[in-house]
């Protein structure tokens, strides 16, 4: 956790020339290290084809390094200008309704586009030849949240022609791709690749083999037109390469683009997310409306740490991690948009650094008074007054100053994490509300209400004994080398619920899941369940999705209709279902004391979180709370060294 540093988003192409030397004091004085430009300023870059303006980027850039600020210039294809939808008008992304997504926003384009790709060659190749020897331009970012706005999946003549291209170099002949998904099924066999469509607008639901082949095929799409542009880059520039992925966006692998990254930055907007995406109910979000969720944040943190460590190929605790956007105030996209309590800025600046991130941006430097952002906050009002984030920032950094070095370490509990399974889910739920990530994301809360740190960890995963204990929930299908390691380990992992129950071609397998080695249970029988409905067990319940398994291995928990809830067999445990919060805490909490940690049961909406030297205390609450002797004040942090 060396080098901590702060950094703000800014825009200098929506304000007047003669501010920005004032902008860039300001900043700098702020205690600001790092300043974010340019990602979407195609249109000032190349108004019209061919006729490139970078005047006005070489003096931002100049004022902005004259201050002393390091700049992370990013390429500008999240916003390809209107010429360039003339010319290429078939570059739009297409809905699964087979609308085009048009021009007059942002990510509009299909990443199956060729002559797309072609203008972003151009521009990027132009960019990194002007500024990849810049001696302020000290980081990249490539494109703009790639999936933001769901634009992964396009329904395009171009995804059209690029999907049957990779479906022939799957499968080689017509008659292979029939068998992998099942066609004799409603005589859905082809004859040739060309027959294949894709797979949209069917009557009823198309073949979920088919469907998750075009999911693996668009998330292809997305690692190659990030590589295209990594390729130019890299041969101008020995500067980091950064994407900043946005939360909860699953549908590309963003560890195969992280491959060709050298950080792993993502967009932080807890309230935003918390009405917005975190499938969360009505007294959640009242009770944490101006905080947000206070599990979010830090899952995010621990996913792209893993992300980051990539391309370095070392221990996921090593990962290079940023948060290139940190929301400030209210944003302007969720459907209820409330300010941050006093202190929760620097606490989720905090929470960051104590999960590993080297850098905290926030978005954006003043509040824009026109377009579509207008009633998004920045660290300045729109009169270029303080807003109330400003001093926030100026506290983080003088904090940032005096804080001795910490270390990273390797977190003793590992959550596998596997984009393929969102997808596998997403194709054929069987429950309306099983979703992979809620999945994930409650078996992260349940760890983090014990107190335990953790580290995320992708499903090619092949060597576990670096953790105490390790957690699989809803992996659509083991890789085989997940599995030789389960078999393996010597310490305690939790598989399930509806784990290892497809083939990678979307079938069920045979013999019947779980199929994990040495514990011999099957799943004999899956059901969903509607909100409001519960199986009970003993102190909790089951909710949305419970299994009947049959087999001789030992019976950990039951439900309280006899059925097993929890088995295992030595250290190898397997969940037959979804448990409510308490009682995934509960399971979670067990499982940990016998793999030997210290599990402490934590006071509603406050976690932990430990580096090598330091352990920090964030208090999610809107009142103070007295914790392990203690006092937190609402909104706050506290951090101590560790001791031994
Ligand atoms: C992010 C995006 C920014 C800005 C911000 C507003 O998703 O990258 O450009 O739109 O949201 O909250």
């Known amino acids: 956790m060396t080098n901590r540093t702060l950094g703000v988003c800014y825009y200098p192409e929506h304000w007047p020339e003669d501010i920005w030397a004032e902008d860039a004091r300001r900043m700098a004085e702020t205690g600001l290290t790092w300043v974010r430009i340019g990602e979407f300023a195609w249109s000032r870059m190349e108004p019209i084809e061919g006729a490139y303006d970078f005047d006005w980027l070489d003096r931002a850039i100049e004022v902005l390094?004259?201050?002393?600020?390091?700049?992370?210039?990013?390429?500008?294809?999240?916003?390809?200008?209107?010429?360039?939808?003339?010319?290429?008008?078939?570059?739009?992304?297409?809905?699964?309704?087979?609308?085009?997504?048009?021009?007059?926003?942002?990510?509009?384009?299909?990443?199956?586009?060729?002559?797309?790709?072609?203008?972003?060659?151009?521009?990027?190749t132009k960019l990194a030849e002007r500024y990849g020897g810049n001696p302020h331009i000290a980081a990249w970012q490539i494109d703009n949240e790639y999936g933001c706005h769901q634009s992964v999946l396009s329904y395009s003549e171009a995804a059209r022609a690029g999907f049957r291209d990779w479906l022939a170099q799957k499968y080689q002949s017509p008659d292979a791709l029939n068998r992998a998904w099942g066609n004799v099924f409603w005589s859905m066999e082809y004859g040739d690749f060309?027959?294949?469509?894709?797979?949209?607008?069917?009557?009823?639901?198309?073949?979920?083999?088919?469907?998750?082949?075009?999911?693996?095929?668009?998330?292809?799409?997305?690692?190659?037109?990030?590589?295209?542009q990594t390729d130019i880059?890299?041969?101008?520039?020995?500067?980091?390469?950064?994407?900043?992925?946005?939360?909860?966006?699953?549908?590309?692998?963003?560890?195969?683009?992280?491959?060709?990254?050298?950080?792993a930055s993502w967009d932080s907007y807890p309230i935003g997310f918390l009405s917005d995406r975190m499938d969360a109910e009505p007294d959640h979000i009242r009770r944490f409306l101006r905080q947000g969720d206070p599990d979010c944040q830090a899952f995010h943190h621990d996913l792209y740490r893993a992300v980051g460590a990539v391309r370095g190929g070392g221990a996921v605790h090593t990962?290079?991690?940023?948060?290139?956007?940190?929301?400030?105030?209210?944003?302007?996209?969720?459907?209820?948009?409330?300010?941050?309590?006093?202190?929760?800025?620097?606490?989720?600046?905090?929470?960051?650094?104590?999960?590993?991130?080297?850098?905290?941006?926030?978005?954006?430097?003043?509040?824009?008074?026109?377009?579509?952002?207008?009633?998004?906050?920045?660290?300045?009002?729109?009169?270029?007054?303080?807003?109330?984030?400003?001093?926030?920032?100026?506290?983080?950094?003088?904090?940032?100053?005096?804080?001795?070095?910490?270390?990273?370490?390797?977190?003793?509990?590992?959550?596998?994490?596997?984009?393929a399974s969102s997808w596998a889910w997403k194709t054929q739920p069987q429950g309306a509300d099983f979703e992979?990530?809620?999945?994930?994301?409650?078996?992260?809360?349940?760890?983090?209400?014990?107190?335990l740190s953790v580290d995320v960890v992708s499903s090619d995963i092949a060597d576990l004994s670096a953790y105490a204990m390790v957690v699989a929930p809803g992996l659509a299908t083991?890789?085989?080398?997940?599995?030789?390691?389960?078999?393996?380990?010597?310490?305690?992992?939790?598989?399930?619920?509806r784990s290892n129950s497809k083939t990678f071609?979307?079938?069920?397998?045979?013999?019947?899941?779980?199929?994990?080695?040495?514990?011999?249970?099957?799943?004999?029988?899956?059901?969903?369940?509607?909100?409001?409905?519960?199986?009970?067990?003993?102190?909790?319940?089951?909710?949305?999705?419970?299994?009947?398994?049959?087999?001789?291995?030992?019976?950990?928990?039951?439900?309280?209709?006899?059925?097993?809830?929890?088995?295992?067999?030595?250290?190898?445990?397997?969940?037959?279902?979804?448990?409510?919060?308490?009682?995934?805490?509960?399971?979670?909490?067990?499982?940990?004391g016998a793999a030997g940690l210290e599990a402490f049961d934590m006071p509603p909406g406050v976690r932990r979180r430990d580096t090598g030297s330091h352990r920090f205390w964030f208090n999610y609450n809107s009142e103070a709370v007295s914790v392990a002797g203690h006092s937190i004040p609402a909104a706050g942090v506290h951090w101590e060294r560790r001791s031994g």
């Open 233 to 263: 880059l890299r041969a101008h520039t020995d500067a980091p390469l950064i994407h900043n992925y946005m939360g909860r966006v699953l549908e590309f692998d963003h560890f195969d683009v992280g491959a060709d990254l050298d950080i």
């Open 505 to 592: 071609d979307m079938a069920i397998p045979v013999p019947l899941p779980p199929a994990l080695p040495g514990l011999d249970t099957t799943v004999s029988l899956v059901e969903s369940l509607p909100p409001g409905v519960e199986v009970p067990l003993s102190g909790g319940a089951l909710i949305r999705w419970v299994e009947r398994l049959e087999g001789s291995a030992e019976v950990v928990l039951r439900c309280d209709d006899g059925h097993p809830a929890l088995v295992r067999s030595g250290g190898l445990h397997y969940l037959a279902g979804w448990p409510n919060d308490a009682t995934f805490a509960q399971i979670v909490g067990d499982l940990a």
């Open 478 to 497: 083991i890789p085989a080398p997940l599995l030789d390691a389960l078999g393996r380990y010597e310490g305690i992992a939790l598989v399930g619920p």
């Open 194 to 228: 060309a027959q294949v469509d894709l797979p949209n607008l069917t009557v009823t639901e198309p073949n979920p083999s088919h469907e998750l082949d075009f999911r693996r095929y668009s998330s292809d799409q997305v690692v190659a037109f990030n590589k295209l």
């Open 319 to 419: 990962g290079r991690l940023w948060v290139m956007e940190q929301q400030p105030g209210p944003v302007n996209w969720a459907p209820h948009n409330p300010a941050p309590l006093p202190g929760m800025p620097r606490l989720w600046a905090w929470e960051a650094f104590a999960h590993g991130a080297e850098t905290v941006c926030f978005f954006r430097w003043r509040q824009v008074p026109f377009a579509q952002e207008q009633m998004h906050a920045g660290l300045l009002r729109p009169d270029s007054e303080p807003a109330p984030a400003l001093a926030e920032a100026a506290q983080i950094a003088t904090e940032i100053a005096d804080m001795p070095e910490t270390e990273t370490a390797s977190a003793p509990v590992a959550l596998v994490f596997d984009y």
């Open 65 to 124: 390094g004259a201050a002393g600020l390091k700049v992370i210039l990013g390429t500008p294809t999240a916003t390809p200008p209107i010429w360039v939808v003339e010319k290429h008008p078939d570059m739009l992304a297409i809905d699964d309704q087979g609308h085009p997504r048009k021009f007059g926003s942002r990510r509009h384009y299909c990443f199956s586009h060729l002559g797309y790709r072609t203008e972003c060659t151009r521009i990027v």
């Open 436 to 451: 992979y990530f809620h999945l994930a994301l409650s078996t992260y809360r349940a760890l983090r209400r014990n107190g």
